[in-house]
């Protein structure tokens, strides 16, 4: 085979520079990106003259979501309360009910996830623990739609499961 490349006129040491600068597709795993990122002593980056970057606005998760999460948890309590004063026959009060339970969990373990695995620290790693919430907050979306379609929704499987 070698001889071969020889006849046309392309060995030598400039052939193997080219294929291998050409060869894009590796086998072996990159695991750079899984690594935390090292930071600076003190968390401080550049000197003390430089400007504050600010960081970028995001109502959501800034300081906001407490607001969010506080104004949520308040309405929760006389929709918690409605199925011992009216009974379990209302399915909207449920529903409310079961959404603003799924959205109080879900910004209660966002607010960890900014907390504890910071993107500037854990760089995938937040992404991934982030799209996992988000991933399971639909299924738990998902399971409120069924338990209050095929069956008469939460209150109602809390008292079946009461008087049991």
Not at 74 to 92: D, N
Not at 113 to 135: E, F, N, Q, T
């Amino acid at each position: 085979m070698i001889s071969s490349w020889r006849c046309i006129g392309l060995s030598g040491p400039g052939l193997s520079r080219s294929l291998a600068a050409s060869r894009s597709l590796s086998l072996k795993p990159n695991f750079s990106k899984l690594k935390k990122i090292p930071q600076p002593p003190g968390f401080v980056v550049g000197t003390v003259n430089d400007a504050y970057v600010h960081p970028t606005p995001n109502h959501y998760e800034g300081g906001y979501h407490w607001t969010y999460d506080r104004a949520i948890a308040i309405a929760m309590v006389p929709m918690a309360l409605t199925p011992f004063v009216a009974g379990v026959e209302y399915p909207i009060i449920d529903t409310m009910f079961c959404c603003g339970l799924l959205f109080h969990c879900h910004s209660g373990f966002k607010s960890c996830i900014i907390d504890y695995i910071p993107r500037r620290v854990y760089g995938v790693w937040h992404g991934l623990a982030s799209k996992l919430l988000a991933l399971g907050t639909a299924v738990g979306l998902y399971g409120i739609y069924v338990l209050e379609t095929a069956n008469n929704g939460l209150f109602d499987l809390v008292k079946s499961v009461w008087y049991s």
